[in-house]
């Protein structure tokens, strides 16, 4: 998937109708965990915002969530013990926390604060290693992709970047 992503910027930056200086990545969950990746492996991207960002902190949220889709690594640590390091050591090659110390461009994490999915813990641990110009959204009494007011909230922040604010669509 991370390379799909990546291969998705270059086809983007090579069709002569796009104006590359207007590359945003957005996502929500997987989508948001891929926007922060792709963001630090790619500096055609000029922004993005990720929503209830998954692919965060692998061990901290298997600690606190029982319950997909962490617990399927969970399930494999109980049934490979003498694996178990191994795959938390394999999986910080997947994290976007430890990506996020690359991303060079403004972005934007939200999170639902009764996150049932991704813990809203390791959501903000991926706020926290952002190093550049970056936002928090919080939704209290949110769970996973239900805060009523995010998709607006994402075009109007997308807009206001690439100067499009107050433009009828």
């Given at each position: 998937?991370?390379?799909?992503?990546?291969?998705g910027?270059?086809?983007?930056?090579?069709?002569?109708?796009?104006?590359?200086?207007?590359?945003?990545?957005?996502?929500s969950?997987?989508?948001?965990?891929?926007?922060?990746?792709?963001?630090?492996?790619?500096?055609?991207?000029?922004?993005?915002?990720?929503?209830?960002?998954?692919?965060?902190?692998?061990?901290?949220?298997?600690?606190?969530?029982?319950?997909?889709?962490?617990?399927?690594?969970?399930?494999?640590?109980?049934?490979?013990?003498?694996?178990?390091?191994?795959?938390?050591?394999?999986?910080?090659?997947?994290?976007?926390?430890?990506?996020?110390?690359?991303?060079?461009c403004?972005?934007?994490?939200?999170?639902?604060?009764?996150?049932?999915?991704?813990?809203?813990?390791?959501?903000?641990?991926?706020?926290?290693?952002?190093?550049?110009?970056?936002?928090?959204?919080?939704?209290?009494?949110?769970?996973?992709?239900?805060?009523?007011?995010?998709?607006?909230?994402?075009?109007?922040?997308?807009?206001?970047?690439?100067?499009?604010?107050?433009?009828?669509?």
């Amino acid at each position: 998937m991370i390379a799909d992503c990546v291969r998705g910027v270059d086809f983007l930056t090579s069709q002569p109708e796009i104006d590359a200086e207007r590359i945003y990545a957005c996502g929500s969950s997987q989508g948001g965990g891929l926007t922060l990746i792709t963001s630090a492996l790619r500096p055609e991207i000029k922004g993005g915002v990720s929503g209830y960002p998954f692919l965060c902190c692998y061990p901290e949220a298997m600690s606190l969530f029982q319950s997909y889709p962490y617990d399927e690594l969970a399930c494999y640590a109980r049934a490979y013990p003498d694996q178990k390091d191994q795959m938390l050591e394999t999986l910080k090659y997947f994290d976007a926390v430890n990506f996020a110390p690359r991303i060079k461009c403004p972005m934007v994490v939200g999170i639902a604060l009764d996150d049932e999915v991704c813990p809203p813990e390791t959501s903000y641990a991926a706020y926290e290693a952002l190093t550049g110009d970056k936002e928090l959204w919080l939704f209290p009494n949110s769970g996973h992709g239900n805060a009523h007011d995010y998709p607006g909230q994402e075009r109007a922040w997308i807009e206001r970047q690439i100067g499009l604010a107050g433009v009828a669509s």
